[in-house]
């Protein structure tokens, strides 16, 4: 057996957008099994419709993706895909709880009608007892903060508790603790054997936590480990030659957290 | 004794006017039947606000009006006629939005409208004893026995599909994208979701009338999202509000000899303006107690 029959495989994918936008073209990267991966490129890049395609949500006019070795729609129905969406993307007054938004990483799992087994409230709790949420699960979502949202979101992917877990961007907004700890998860989870998958345009952040890293901007430009792309040259290619200066850097905007 | 009757005298009169309608058989019927159709809406509504399909919830009921015309003339049901014309308006909008540029409401106005044309057209010319006023504005009031089975039926279908599918449709609303991720057929729960909206138009049209029947579809989901963050108490509320209002619509509607589907949906305005001003965390008047006194806690 092939070793990249697992990790996700993109295989020269391009997608147009019903107008007319080209956002991506021969797009063809391999994510490896166990390790991080980051997505980087700058914004309106395509990074989003690669995550978007690699989950599914968007249909590609040519290409394909696998995942483990199957089609994507076969790995979501055997729950290998867990996706963590942008903040942007939530309808935060939606009245649920963060124990319901955890509770709905296991809907996969359950029956027809959705009741949670004794096995589903133990991996609800333990995913937010990793994330340190514990204390907030009856919070309507829209009461946390910034930091606080993204890690229920992430708890929900970890009792998903799927081989592969793609984060939408999970840095923007989020004060310096908050993205240490994701990142320590993260970690956490990757030794755990699962693939992960992290688009950002927070460069100083990459070599501190991607095992591997594929450059986008439009196509894939470059990929590889982390040390051998993250190099000066490939960022300049990718950015559009700007020098790295001028790249926006979230991090040092200031940031609004409540604990 | 005697010192209670000043107190509780109010009670008789109120008495008389609840009872008093209740002595004719066309009033116990348009009561329950228009407290059964509250229920149907007010579940639905709760999923339809959240959804933001209140102008689809529009657009269907609308375009069940030549439904309705050609179910008659051709002397079927006229659940039938208004299922197939409100749920093939629906999968009319989904494919002209995919096939041309135009924004979502944009396609649905001009669907609706058309469908709603077309039922006006056919209505004036195909000799059959629909009174177009009764698809317009409802007749709880007249509903015969055929009717009020269809509503049952139509009914009792959208409360099973709701009540099976109620978490898949929540998180439906909520995150289609998870839905998706967790390999759950997102494409067949939106057409679930609009068959169950074109079914609880059905189930309304006697009451309301397809020019009101939005109303029953949105103001109590919309009401109750203004006093709640928990699903569960969303649906209490929702349901709480539309069944008083229903049932009292129609006692105003005797007492006082006016439009049933009109009282009823003033009656569920004046609960949701009562919310909006009022409601303990997201009513207008704490909002501005709370900038103003900064100390009142959030939460």
């Known amino acids: ?259 | 004794m005697n010192n209670l009757v000043p107190v509780f005298g109010f009670l008789g009169p109120l008495w008389q006017w609840l009872m008093e309608p209740l002595q004719a058989g066309f009033m116990i019927k348009a009561i329950w039947v228009s407290a059964f159709v509250g229920v149907v809406c007010a579940v639905l509504s709760c999923y339809i606000t959240l959804k933001g399909w209140s102008l689809m919830g529009d657009a269907v009921s609308h375009a069940v009006v030549p439904g309705v015309v050609v179910a008659y003339a051709l002397g079927l049901p006229f659940a039938v006629g208004a299922f197939t014309f409100g749920f093939g308006a629906t999968v009319i909008i989904g494919y002209v939005k995919s096939q041309t540029r135009l924004k979502e409401d944009a396609v649905i106005g001009v669907i609706f409208t058309g469908f709603f044309a077309f039922g006006l057209v056919l209505a004036t010319k195909i000799p059959s004893n629909v009174d177009l006023f009764h698809i317009l504005f409802g007749n709880v009031l007249g509903i015969s026995q055929s009717d009020i089975i269809q509503t049952l039926i139509a009914g009792g279908a959208t409360l099973a599909i709701i009540l099976f599918r109620r978490k898949d449709l929540l998180l439906f609303c909520f995150d289609p994208n998870h839905a998706k991720a967790i390999g759950l057929n997102t494409q067949l729960m939106y057409y679930t979701l609009l068959s169950v909206l074109a079914l609880t138009i059905v189930t309304a049209l006697q009451t309301a009338g397809i020019v009101l029947v939005v109303a029953m579809l949105v103001t109590p989901g919309a009401t109750a999202y203004l006093l709640t963050d928990r699903f569960d108490h969303m649906l209490a509320i929702s349901v709480a509000t539309s069944v008083i209002s229903c049932v009292l619509g129609t006692y105003f509607s005797y007492h006082l000899d006016v439009s049933t589907g009109g009282s009823i949906v003033v009656l569920m305005t004046i609960l949701f303006a009562l919310a909006m001003f009022f409601a303990p965390k997201y009513g207008i008047l704490v909002q501005k107690l709370r900038r103003q006194m900064p100390q009142v806690p959030t939460v």
């Open chain 1, 1 to 259: 057996m092939r070793s990249d029959t697992f990790g996700i495989t993109v295989e020269n994918i391009s997608v147009t957008y019903s107008n007319a936008h080209l956002a991506l073209y021969n797009a063809s990267c391999y994510v490896q099994p166990g390790t991080i991966t980051g997505l980087v490129g700058p914004n309106g890049g395509g990074k989003s419709t690669l995550f978007k395609t690699i989950m599914g949500f968007v249909n590609p006019n040519q290409g394909r993706v696998h995942v483990d070795g199957l089609s994507v729609k076969m790995a979501q129905k055997r729950q290998l895909m867990a996706y963590v969406p942008q903040a942007d993307d939530v309808d935060w007054n939606f009245p649920v709880s963060v124990a319901d938004v955890v509770m709905m990483g296991r809907y996969g799992y359950m029956n027809m009608l959705r009741i949670p087994s004794r096995e589903d409230r133990r991996q609800v709790s333990e995913s937010l007892e990793r994330v340190g949420m514990t204390d907030f699960a009856h919070r309507q979502i829209g009461e946390l903060s910034g930091g606080q949202k993204k890690r229920a979101f992430l708890a929900r992917a970890m009792a998903q508790n799927s081989r592969v877990i793609l984060l939408d961007e999970p840095f923007t907004g989020v004060d310096v603790k908050t993205e240490k700890r994701i990142v320590n998860l993260l970690l956490q989870l990757r030794d755990e054997g699962h693939t992960i998958l992290v688009s950002t345009h927070d460069l100083a952040s990459i070599s501190t936590f991607c095992d591997r890293t594929i450059l986008l901007n439009r196509t894939v430009l470059a990929q590889g480990t982390t040390a051998d792309t993250f190099t000066e040259e490939n960022l300049s290619m990718t950015f559009g030659g700007l020098p790295l200066s001028s790249l926006p850097q979230p991090r040092s905007l200031p940031q609004w957290h409540h604990e």
